[in-house]
Nanobody, 127 residues
Framework: QVQLVESGGGLVQPGGSLRLSCAAS????????MGWFRQAPGKEREFVSA????????NYEDSVKGRFTISRDNAEKKVYLQMNSLKPEDTAVYYC????????????????????WGQGTQVTVSS
């Protein structure tokens, strides 16, 4: 069982920045594909970003490309989501997710493909 704990959410003005962190409990963190998803009130959960084992490849949802950056530190067993130029439509609960994989270079973008989820952290973008 892998526990994921997100942090870093909060209230920020439009145009501002936040950095989300997700700490994982597993010793084999480097063999997990990591992803970020979000769910806004009244909407379905959606993919935001994902990163491969070693961090060599990343993927982003179109609306966050150029504004958000995913990264990971395998030694610290953490994944990050740097969010810049935030917009009100980025307001949502953000979830960290992990999927164990034996395929180097694989990225997953669908929620059902992930095995473990964090409890979520609220991000509110408002003036």
């Amino acid at each position: 069982q892998v526990q994921l704990v997100e942090s870093g959410g909060g209230l920020v003005q439009p145009g501002g920045s936040l950095r989300l962190s997700c700490a994982a409990s597993t010793r084999t963190f480097s063999r997990y594909i990591m992803g970020w998803f979000r769910q806004a009130p009244g909407k379905e959960r959606e993919f935001v970003s994902a990163i491969t084992w070693g961090g060599s490849s990343t993927n982003y949802e179109d609306s966050v490309k150029g504004r958000f950056t995913i990264s990971r530190d395998n030694a610290e067993k953490k994944v990050y989501l740097q969010m810049n130029s935030l917009k009100p439509e980025d307001t949502a609960v953000y979830y960290c997710a992990a999927a164990k994989s034996t395929v180097q270079g694989m990225i997953l973008t669908l929620g059902y493909q992930y095995d473990y989820w964090g409890q979520g952290t609220q991000v509110t973008v408002s003036s």
